[in-house]
């Protein structure tokens, strides 16, 4: 289990302001909390394999938080991510976390330059884990896929494939890029639960505007554009279609908001 609240600032690292660079060895079981905080200078970091291909499968809170200059980590191998790990790594571009199945709170807030994550494999995520990152246009997911409150608030997400059965509450909160959303394998879903409304007058306008139509047995494809229209489907039994289709057309900026039933 990841304890997602566990920061004593009394026992926090003062930092490193000259390592570069960084090898664990295949032995290492777990890289524990704060063991390179704060590390500014750090730009790589290397987790050896051993002669079965596996290298140091936990790593710890606040790990590596802070170093804004890390650019490179190997996590293929890595089994559980804590809280706040890679809190802030500004200029990270890449985290293969394909096998990842538990990842705390906030692990890669902040981090600015990630384009891309797989999370098929993820089954615990803690809040916010990927929010501001603005950088992150596309992820890959799966049907059991766990997601959480904020987790992709203000990323850089343009498109995306879901499969889960819910989606938390703000997940995609304000993802301004955000056009095409495909849904797989769902039951039923309400499109409120995709809309942010900044102003009450502006949710009154846009629910006058909302027409129900018949669901079409094809996949789910929300499309957002410049004029002022909203197509939903109703909720459709389980039994009847396993995938459904629904076209969302609104003007201005539409973000994720609320939990969504699927």
Same mark, same amino acid.
């Given at each position: ?45 290397t ?23 890390l650019?490179?980590?190997? $996590? =293929?191998? *890595?089994?559980?991510?804590? %809280?706040?790990? /890679?809190?802030?790594c500004?200029? #990270?571009? &890449? +985290? ?78 304000n993802?301004?890029? $955000? =056009?095409? *959303?495909?849904?797989?394998? %769902?039951?039923? /879903?309400?499109?409120?639960?995709? #809309?942010? &409304? +900044? ?43 396993s995938?459904?289709t ?17």
């Amino acid at each position: 289990k990841i304890e997602e609240d566990d920061y004593d600032a009394a026992k926090t690292p003062d930092g490193n302001t000259t390592v570069k660079s960084v090898v664990i060895p295949a032995d290492v079981k777990e890289i524990q909390k704060f063991a390179f905080f704060n590390c500014t200078a750090l730009e790589k970091v290397t987790l050896l394999k051993d002669s079965q291909g596996n290298s140091v499968p936990f790593i710890r809170e606040y790990a590596f938080a802070n170093n804004t200059s890390l650019k490179e980590i190997n $996590l =293929e191998e *890595v089994d559980l991510i804590g %809280a706040y790990t /890679f809190f802030n790594c500004t200029s #990270l571009t &890449k +985290a293969d976390i394909t096998k990842v199945y538990a990842i705390g709170k906030s692990a890669f807030q902040n981090c600015k330059s990630l384009e891309y994550v797989d999370i098929t494999a993820l089954r615990n995520a803690g809040v916010e884990t990927f929010m501001n990152c603005t950088n992150l246009k596309t992820i890959d997911n799966g049907r059991y896929t766990n997601f959480s409150e904020r987790m992709f608030k203000n990323s850089g997400l343009t498109t995306l494939t879901y499969y889960a059965d819910r989606i938390p509450n703000y997940c995609f909160a304000n993802c301004k890029d $955000l =056009e095409t *959303v495909e849904v797989q394998h %769902a039951d039923s /879903f309400d499109t409120e639960a995709l #809309l942010e &409304k +900044a102003e009450a007058d502006f949710t009154e306008e846009l629910e006058s505007k909302v027409e129900v139509e018949e669901p079409v047995v094809t996949e789910s494809v929300y499309t957002k554009a410049s004029e002022s229209e909203l197509y939903s489907t109703a909720a459709v039994p389980a039994d009847e279609l396993s995938t459904i289709t629904a076209k969302m057309v609104v003007k201005g900026d539409i973000d994720a908001e609320g939990s969504l039933d699927l």
